[in-house]
């Protein structure tokens, strides 16, 4: 059986899902609270509908936040890049160091306010891009810095 990777991401990343759940849910919600009083004579089963989608939006910014920093786990060794995500379905990722072709970090606003920033690494791969979301800022320099050392001294060419 497969080993799980050995970290997890930040736990920063519990604030940063949640203040991101947020603003997206906020929008949602208002947008169809705006959408169910601008329509005149709207049924009273549209209300609910929009109050569910409150009480969807609540669980999603308080549960998903949580799940997800359970879940997502990563891992850099000689060999590959593995990795672990998800909250409500699972994906497991795993690419041979050999197969690397790129390796980018991005730290967006958001995340800059909570430390954070995310690693891409791209491969050899019909999948796409390996991307390990929420590491702490100084330890995503730090995983780039060593995927760039390892990766050098590799001798296949990443096709």
Do not use: K, N
């Given at each position: 059986?497969?080993?799980?990777?050995?970290?997890?991401?930040?736990?920063?990343?519990?604030?940063?899902?949640?203040?991101?759940?947020?603003?997206?849910?906020?929008?949602?919600?208002?947008?169809?609270?705006?959408?169910?009083?601008?329509?005149?004579?709207?049924?009273g089963w549209v209300g609910l509908l929009v109050l569910l989608l409150a009480?969807?939006?609540?669980?999603?910014?308080?549960?998903?936040?949580?799940?997800?920093?359970?879940?997502?786990?990563?891992?850099?060794?000689?060999?590959?890049?593995?990795?672990?995500?998800?909250?409500?379905?699972?994906?497991?990722?795993?690419?041979?160091?050999?197969?690397?072709?790129?390796?980018?970090?991005?730290?967006?606003?958001?995340?800059?306010?909570?430390?954070?920033?995310?690693?891409?690494?791209?491969?050899?791969?019909?999948?796409?891009?390996?991307?390990?979301?929420?590491?702490?800022?100084?330890?995503?320099?730090?995983?780039?810095?060593?995927?760039?050392?390892i990766t050098a001294t590799t001798e296949d060419d990443a096709t």
């Amino acid at each position: 059986m497969l080993r799980e990777p050995a970290y997890q991401v930040s736990p920063q990343a519990i604030g940063f899902w949640t203040v991101s759940a947020l603003i997206g849910d906020v929008l949602l919600v208002l947008g169809a609270v705006l959408a169910w009083l601008v329509v005149p004579g709207a049924p009273g089963w549209v209300g609910l509908l929009v109050l569910l989608l409150a009480l969807v939006a609540v669980a999603h910014v308080v549960l998903m936040p949580r799940i997800r920093f359970r879940v997502h786990r990563w891992e850099v060794t000689d060999t590959a890049v593995h990795t672990r995500e998800g909250w409500i379905g699972r994906q497991t990722r795993i690419a041979p160091i050999s197969r690397v072709q790129t390796v980018d970090s991005r730290q967006g606003a958001l995340q800059r306010l909570f430390g954070l920033a995310s690693i891409t690494v791209t491969t050899a791969s019909a999948a796409g891009p390996i991307t390990v979301d929420c590491l702490d800022a100084e330890t995503a320099r730090h995983v780039v810095a060593r995927l760039t050392a390892i990766t050098a001294t590799t001798e296949d060419d990443a096709t």
